[in-house]
């Protein structure tokens, strides 16, 4: 019993210097609610275990007596972050603070049988961590796809080697770290929710539309997910002709496709929304603007969201027509949320994963998960950085 007051109180001082970091013990007090002599012995307990620093003297407000500020060791511990797509793979490694350490975008070998993609993906993570591998506790992988919780995936077929049986348990194992698993939606939509476009808003959406289309939906800041993993799979949605998916409606692929049986020249999908387009492209941008306002619209209802973020390829031609999309949401349901696109670009997911795996260390750590779903934020992430020594 005292050894669990004990953790109860080590694990309230230190949600409470994360939240309100650096913090000298007197606000930790404050914070936790905590007496000054229990926030002492378990500031010691987590000075011992090097999660605690102690760095500045401040001129505390009573008689001008000195105190000294305490700060997370933010390179204790390093978290990885893996947006594993069809064309590329990014990778990025933050501190516990968010700070990014290094990042890296490789092109995915899709060719590649299940094996050797397996072999493929630990060597790559492992070489773009270099020396701050052996730090690294905590590893997140986002793909296209649905995941369930028992580590099924279903629905990538741009990526259909992350469908077979056994394939997350053997990346885990050849990467020999604990790691989570979702798709790379949820994790864009976190990684914009903590430094992006979604940072004001915790109730917010996600749609990726590229290859592929993905969705992710957040309510008070908390990634919604379900059992299989099909929370947010409107691109399988029945809505075009002959019971057509939604996402061959919307998708880089799905463009290409429905102009081929057209008899439409199109070189490449960002023709379809270049302002001079020609006139035989009118009715499959029409059809796109319909099918996308199907999946605005379902996204609303869905989660009520205050922001819907748009990323991927596609998203980036359809900045110029975000506000008639809104207009036309509203007149359909009365309200809309902002449609904005992606402030990460094209880390969104790799960032998002990143947190979230970071997340899995703060648990770990014995932070309290309302504070944990707060954390990290500000303006740590940059992904511009090079690569680790360069």
Partial sequence: MVQDTRQL???AVLTALFASRPASRKLIAERSGISPATVTRSVEQLLAEGIVTETSEIISESRGRRAVELDIVADRHFAMGIDFGATNTRILVIDLLGRTIVRRSVPTPTHEDVELLTEWLAREVTATAG???DRVASVCLGMPGAVGRQRTVSNAPNLPQVETPGFLDGVEKALARPMGFDNDANYALLGELHYGAATNSPNAAMLTIGFGLGAGLAI???ILQGERGLIGEFGQLPIGPLGARLEHMVTG???MRRAAEAGVALAE???LFAAD??????GLRAQFDQALSIVLAAVTVACDPQTIVLGGGIATSLAPALDRYRIALEQSLRVSPAIVTARLGAYSGAVGAAVAAVHRIYAQLGVH???IVRLPGGDAIVVD?????G
């Fill in 369 to 371: 998960p309302d504070t």
């Fill in 131 to 133: 020396d701050a591998w």
């Fill in 277 to 282: 387009a020609p006139p035989a492209l009118l």
């Fill in 220 to 222: 008070d800041g908390r």
């Fill in 253 to 255: 692929s799905g463009i």
């Fill in 269 to 271: 999908p960002a023709e």
């Fill in 9 to 11: 109180n080590r694990e």
């Fill in 385 to 389: 950085l090079p690569p680790l020594g």
